[in-house]
């Protein structure tokens, strides 16, 4: 029994000694005298999920965020007990339960403690509201470092910070604002260089403290619900990443174009406006496959239709930007403007798919188009009445994305805004009030709208952006992170948000390059596109009020500069393809903070701006005005300067030169980089063959490189190329092995590899066994062309 009456005074409860415990194949429950129910389930060997029940009862079991085509599989588990404790094994943890307290100790399978309960589960009954607040408190420890969380504006170490998950629109949010856009009860806490994750699978506004307010604990709680937390264990932080988004879900793959440049503006019009940006890309030669219409391409703000005087003609509009490369993608709201005259309004209304108030009226609040109703997107058949809505705008007139936003549910001139508590939503069939589905509210509208983008632009593949998401909304879309400003602070943000959303499971997410408020300077800009090349989801939008965010709306300098990183962008689309490939897969975030990177090293438990785009390209942007370098921690290894192609040595911190036209970008010794060459936009041009960076280095490395049709779903059926390469390097020779699999045959014919780094000089080469002619071999820049199904190069020194 636990005695700590300075809380029991505050009204907490815990539970007391196990009396009944039974198991139901892969679940045990533990029962106790004050019948508070712990069903403890082994998903995977290193996945338990952890949930608590009070007065002996479980709710409904429903989670809009597991993925239901997560496939547990556990191949062991044991229960024991000994005089203390209930003792669970599986093939990778040991769990402990304190009999007479339902107390957690977690344990890997050598005995290292990974995490305990401080004072574990304790709920307080909260009258007011009905059910419980539901608490868990862990025990920390010294050193011990947490990571992701969604969206947050804060250092990328979460130790210290209390931070707090409610959907809120934020304009102009700043640095450690919270909460704003997202809500993603994930965290991955690193201690003794292991990590673990817990995901705190709870809707309601959840809580957590990382020792901020007692140094030696972390807590999480929510107002409603129940205490229902899964446990990921590593000991990779990949390990944990990976486990967390099989449990969430992982996406589909985006079509290629949707990795190219995008440019968006609030607001593009009229047509001849659009045209007219479009035009200038073309002229001046900066690629962009995706032009944005925002909300003033609508008539009076009512989703669904077009402003005719504006675009009298959108299908030929968007087939005449399409013959040029670009793709349109229109933003669509929540909010449906009341109006007895506008279909939208009237079928919802005639089917009752409007969110009502607790006692019956609709839940009527003002968003741009005025008073506006909301559909229940919690209801699946609110869901598939809106994604039918989508047949003409995107089956006719041929758009190919749709960015939701206002999905927090956003609501104007109203405190908190946001709808009131008491507004009911379906929640697939478990009826509850607005605490409970606030936060699921912008993914269950991004997932409607998917489904109905996903139908009607068939067989080409999706893209859907959101601007608010709960866990697991990775499945259906993409995201940005708001309405950020053009300063250099937000520049630190939107490093730090990219990052930790990769680690939360959604790595396709970017931010408004250049910053949605106010005007950048051509500096900034120009740092900002430096960074935003790298991120998964790359586009410049701006509000417009402050001026025009166009990369020639500054100087020439900074056009050219844009130009050169957006085309450096467009030369890695095979490698950024793979990197999806990889996230899509196996759920391998896209960007690697360096504690991903690294966990061993602790010189990187604190490092914020240095990431690894993909797996070996360390980049470290610029966040300063003024720069002419910065000092930067290099991860352990070694690195070549992109550059330069010197090689350094990693595992310090260094000073690094990054003039105006230039960023810290290195590349891991070994690797193998796919180019392809510059392009205006995807397909534009047939790829005849592929470049492969080769960077030397005396080890053993492997790499791949995925392609396919780049849009479409043939891929599922096998039609994709996957080459893996294995680089073996010595002294006096490099040795490159190539297998293929997937039934996809690329355009190119011809590999042509890019030796950097050789330490010798070449004196033969051996393909697939048979002696290379060196006449063949361009000297100069060491090209070696080859036909693109080697199996085995051999140069030799
Ligand atoms: C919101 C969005 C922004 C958009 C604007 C107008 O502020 O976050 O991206 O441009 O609304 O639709």
């Not at 608010?468 to 499945?475: L, P």
């Not at 699999?741 to 004196?763: C, R």
Request: charged residues 25%; negative net charge; glycine residues 8%.
């Amino acid at each position: 029994m636990i005695i700590n009456t300075e809380l029991e005074q505050k009204g907490n409860q815990f539970p007391n000694a196990v009396v009944n415990v039974r198991q139901e194949v892969d679940t045990l429950y533990f029962t106790t005298e004050n019948n508070i129910i712990l069903e403890l389930t082994v998903l995977r060997d290193s996945v338990i999920r952890f949930r608590y029940g009070t007065r002996g009862i479980l709710e409904d079991d429903f989670s809009y965020a597991i993925d239901p085509e997560n496939h547990i599989g556990y191949n062991y588990l044991e229960l024991t007990e000994n005089k203390n404790f209930y003792i669970i094994t599986t093939a990778k943890l040991i769990i402990k339960i304190e009999k007479i307290s339902l107390q957690t100790k977690i344990l890997d399978i050598e005995g290292n403690l990974i995490n305990e309960d401080e004072i574990g589960f304790h709920y307080e009954e909260s009258f007011p509201l009905g059910g419980n607040i539901v608490k868990m408190s862990k025990r920390s420890h010294p050193g011990e470092a947490f990571y992701g969380l969604g969206d947050k504006p804060v250092h990328l170490n979460l130790r210290g910070k209390k931070v707090s998950n409610w959907a809120t629109d934020s304009y102009a949010f700043g640095k450690d604002t919270d909460p704003i856009y997202k809500t993603v009860p994930f965290y991955i806490g690193l201690k003794d260089k292991r990590a673990y994750g817990i995901f705190f699978d709870n809707t309601f506004k959840s809580n957590f403290d990382f020792c901020h307010e007692r140094l030696d604990v972390t807590s999480f709680w929510a107002p409603g619900g129940e205490m229902n937390y899964y446990f990921l264990y590593g000991p990779g932080m990949n390990e944990v990443v990976e486990n967390y988004t099989h449990l969430t879900g992982k996406p589909e793959l985006p079509p290629l174009w949707t990795l190219g440049f995008q440019q968006c503006k609030w607001s593009y019009y009229p047509e001849s406006t659009v045209k007219g940006i479009a035009r200038k890309f073309r002229d001046l030669k900066i690629p962009c496959d995706g032009i944005y219409l925002d909300i003033d391409y609508m008539e009076g703000f009512r989703c669904f239709t077009w402003n005719k005087e504006y675009f009298p003609d959108p299908k030929r509009m968007v087939q005449e930007l399409l013959d040029d490369g670009f793709k349109t993608i229109v933003i669509i709201d929540p909010g449906i403007k009341i109006d007895p005259d506008y279909w939208v309004y009237k079928e919802a209304l005639e089917k009752d798919y409007f969110c009502k108030r607790a006692d019956g009226p609709y839940m009527i609040g003002k968003v741009w188009p005025g008073e506006c109703a909301f559909p229940d997107y919690t209801n699946p058949e609110v869901r598939e009445w809106w994604a039918g809505l989508f047949k003409e705008l995107v089956g006719e007139i041929g758009v190919r994305g749709v960015w939701n936003d206002m999905n927090e549910p956003a609501v104007m001139e109203v405190p908190g805004k946001t709808f009131p508590d008491d507004v009911r939503h379906d929640y697939d069939g478990h009826p509850c009030s607005h605490r409970k589905a606030h936060n699921v509210y912008g993914t269950q509208m991004a997932r409607a709208t998917y489904e109905g983008v996903k139908k009607f632009v068939y067989p080409k593949r999706p893209l859907v952006i959101t601007r608010s998401a709960y866990s697991g909304a990775q499945r259906y879309t993409s995201s940005w992170t708001g309405d950020n400003v053009a300063t250099w602070e937000h520049l630190w943000i939107a490093n730090n948000q990219v990052q930790r959303m990769c680690l939360s499971g959604m790595s396709f997410t970017g931010t408004d390059i250049g910053g949605f408020a106010e005007q950048p300077t051509g500096e900034l800009f120009v740092r900002w596109i430096q960074l935003g090349v790298f991120h998964p989801f790359c586009r410049v939008h701006s509000s417009g009020h402050h001026g025009d965010q166009e990369p020639w709306s500054f100087d020439d300098e900074v056009t050219n500069i844009t130009r050169k990183f957006i085309e450096m962008r467009y030369t890695l689309l095979p490698y950024l393809y793979t990197m999806f490939y990889e996230y899509a897969t196996d759920g391998v975030p896209m960007l690697k903070p360096l504690v991903y990177y690294d966990q061993a090293d602790v010189h990187t438990h604190y490092r914020t701006d240095e990431f690894i785009f993909g797996n070996n390209i360390l980049v470290c942007p610029i966040l300063e005005p003024n720069s002419k370098g910065r000092r930067m921690y290099l991860a352990r290894g070694n690195w070549y300067d992109y550059w330069t192609n010197e090689v350094l040595e990693g595992g310090r911190e260094l000073w690094v030169d990054a003039d105006f036209d230039t960023i810290p970008m290195f590349v891991k010794a070994g690797s193998i980089i796919p180019r392809y060459p510059v392009q205006q936009f995807v397909g534009e041009k047939v790829i005849e063959e592929l470049k492969l960076d080769v960077y030397f280095a005396e080890e053993t490395i492997k790499s791949q490189v995925y392609e396919d049709a780049n849009d479409g779903y043939d891929y599922k059926k096998g039609r994709y190329s996957l080459r893996s390469f294995k680089l073996t390097g010595k002294r006096n020779d490099l040795t490159i092995q190539q297998h293929k699999s997937g039934t996809y045959e690329t355009e190119y014919d011809i590999i042509k590899l890019n030796l950097i780094g050789l330490p010798f000089v070449i004196t033969s080469i051996k393909v697939d066994n048979v002696t290379y002619d060196l006449n063949n071999l361009d000297k100069k820049d060491k090209y070696l062309k080859l036909p693109k199904g080697f199996s085995v190069v051999h140069l030799i020194g």
